[in-house]
């Protein structure tokens, strides 16, 4: 594998150049032009502290390393050396290990031992789960699948939004205009509804927001129906969300609203009283943070009311003390940097040196043909039609390409589902993402589908093996005499990567990188597919490379669209 052939020439290059072997593996790059190698190795940041030209640091390494007897060749070439890898030897490694155990190739379980708490996905009780919902849920669950594989022990957490002013408003709106029966046969596009009227009415009647907070008093000191009305809109906002998420795939290990924390608040504040953080500002009591340039961190308002990052410091205690996380990890929306940027400060001045493995997994805004949306002004998209359409829109084109496709349904289901999500994982996460049907549902170039459809390809050609050369198939995978093809060759460097892009997606809590690579080696399976005759090779020998090959790839794809949330259909 070609992380593999990195670390092997990183050991050799290692003691004479006086850095770690992972330092100068990380040095390594890739040749622009084919013909030069595999890899090359620039030596220009070793020429001040070997106090030797580049040129020269190159050959003495070029000799060290010829000297293995691994490497098929190695040059040096002005101030790099450049080296051209077994590529057969390779090739042969990488399609056992996707044979066997296809984890190995991505995974050195560097976070094996660590506990992570990941919290995503985070909807508002009452309120619809819209397309804005739908970057944190697949981000973080993206996440989650990496960390897992890489060792870790995952606690998903959703943090539920189901405390706040907005339920006084909600319970006043529903007893002003409500209807039950109405609200139960769509309980969280009505509750919306009258949450949206609520506002447009209050522009006009103020006092319909003394209220919405009288209610929420009420909720506050245990008033039962105020109490009941709340239960009662949890639960089926939680029976439409469950819904999305079984669509979605997504999962989670604990489920818990803000109110959860409501009990254990008293003791965040009691402990910053206690180790003097706190000052009073404007009657607020809160803890200054001016010496690190922050606006200080409101803990409890003039009125004695906890405010989010109260909330928000009892849940990071929470996940450490009692989950026992030691990572704790947020995927939420980058309008709240600042916010996490304040309770990760209050955790470290509370004596937690663990609030150093605390992270705002931040990303870009989602916008609908340009404009940011709204749940006030009502200007929201429900992911469940942005779903509906995408899969009726794949049953169309399946019945038109292949009507006799068994299965159709879960297929369609699959492969549009697969096309909104795969569609956010492709764009690096920091990025805003404007959602346009005509772009998630384009069924050509860097989609989900397209990468499905790869898969089911590479599944096509194994299905006609296994019937027309049925041997082949468990034929040693040596390739025919002579060099490997390039398509060959650019198909196995791609699928070696998966390594070092794979701990790069950890590094930066970013899943757009797995789903670029998964591209790439599609982009290159398909070359290979046209350029490289597999079912009918030159001989059998050169077949059963090239079924390897293919089957390879199948597996890789079906793992990594299984990282990142995707089903992997056999056929379309």
């Not at 979605?248 to 924390?261: I, M, N, P, R």
């Not at 605390?358 to 002004?377: I, L």
């Not at 909104?420 to 994982?425: C, K, Y």
């Not at 990188?513 to 001989?539: E, K, S």
Request: aromatic share 10%.
């Amino acid at each position: 594998m070609i992380q593999t052939e990195k670390q092997a020439i990183a050991e050799v290059a290692a003691p004479l150049v006086g850095l770690a072997a992972d330092e100068v593996a990380a040095l390594i790059e890739y040749p622009p032009n084919p013909e030069l190698g595999d890899l090359a190795l620039p030596c220009f940041r070793f020429a001040k502290v070997l106090r030797k030209a580049p040129p020269a640091i190159a050959a003495d390494l070029a000799d060290q390393l010829a000297a293995t007897g691994r490497f098929e060749s190695v040059q040096a070439t002005g101030g790099y050396v450049n080296v051209r890898v077994a590529r057969g030897r390779v090739a042969r490694t990488l399609i056992s290990a996707l044979s066997a155990h296809p984890e190995t190739v991505f995974s050195r379980q560097s976070s094996a031992g660590d506990t992570v708490a990941i919290d995503y996905s985070a909807p508002n009780i009452a309120k619809p789960f819209g397309v804005g919902h739908l970057r944190s849920t697949v981000i973080g669950h993206a996440l989650a699948n990496l960390f897992r594989a890489d060792g870790a022990t995952v606690l998903g957490v959703n943090h539920l939004g189901d405390w706040g002013t907005q339920f006084g408003k909600v319970i006043a709106a529903y007893l002003r205009w409500g209807d039950e029966e109405t609200v139960r046969r769509d309980p969280v596009k009505e509750l919306f509804h009258l949450y949206v009227r609520f506002h447009a009415e209050a522009k006009d009647n103020p006092e319909l927001d003394d209220e919405g907070r009288a209610w929420f008093k009420r909720l506050e000191d245990g008033d039962p129906e105020a109490t009941r009305l709340w239960q009662w809109f949890i639960d089926e906002s939680l029976k439409v969300f469950q819904a999305m998420y079984d669509r979605l795939g997504v999962s989670f290990e604990f489920t818990l609203g803000e109110s959860f924390y409501n009990d254990k608040m008293d003791a965040v504040v009691d402990e910053l009283r206690s180790r003097g953080l706190l000052t009073e500002s404007d009657g607020a009591l809160v803890v200054d943070l001016s010496e690190w340039n922050m606006p200080p961190c409101i803990i409890l308002k003039s009125d004695g009311a906890t405010i989010y990052p109260t909330r928000d410091l009892a849940a990071a205690l929470y996940r450490h003390d009692v989950l026992g996380a030691n990572r704790l990890f947020y995927v939420v929306g980058g309008e709240q940097t600042l916010h996490f940027q304040q309770v990760f400060k209050v955790l470290e001045l509370m004596g937690r040196d663990w609030a150093a493995n605390c992270r705002h997994v931040a990303f870009g805004m989602m916008k609908y043909n340009g404009e940011r949306m709204s749940t006030r002004r009502g200007k929201v998209v429900y992911l469940e039609d942005v779903l509906d359409r995408a899969v009726a829109d794949t049953r169309q084109i399946i019945e038109a390409k292949n009507p006799d496709l068994p299965d159709k349904d879960w297929v369609a289901e699959q492969v549009g589902i697969g096309a909104v999500v795969f569609n956010d994982l492709k764009n690096y996460r920091m990025h805003d993402v404007d959602f346009r049907y005509e772009d998630v549902l384009n069924f050509d170039g860097e989609t989900g589908p397209y990468v499905q459809y790869t898969h089911a390809r590479a599944c096509s050609v194994l299905r006609r093996a296994a019937s027309e050369f049925p041997s082949d198939l468990t034929t040693d995978l040596a390739p025919a005499e002579g060099p490997l093809l390039d398509s060959e060759w650019a198909l196995v460097t791609e699928m070696g990567k998966a390594n070092e892009v794979f701990e790069r997606a950890l590094a930066q809590f970013d899943p757009s990188l797995m789903a670029r690579l998964v591209l790439d080696v599609c982009h290159a399976f398909n070359r290979f597919y046209h350029d490289a005759p597999i079912l009918a090779a030159p001989d059998a020998q050169t077949r059963a490379f090239r079924l390897g090959l293919t089957d390879a790839t199948r597996r890789f794809i079906a793992y990594t669209l299984g990282l990142l949330g995707l089903r992997a259909p056999e056929a379309m």
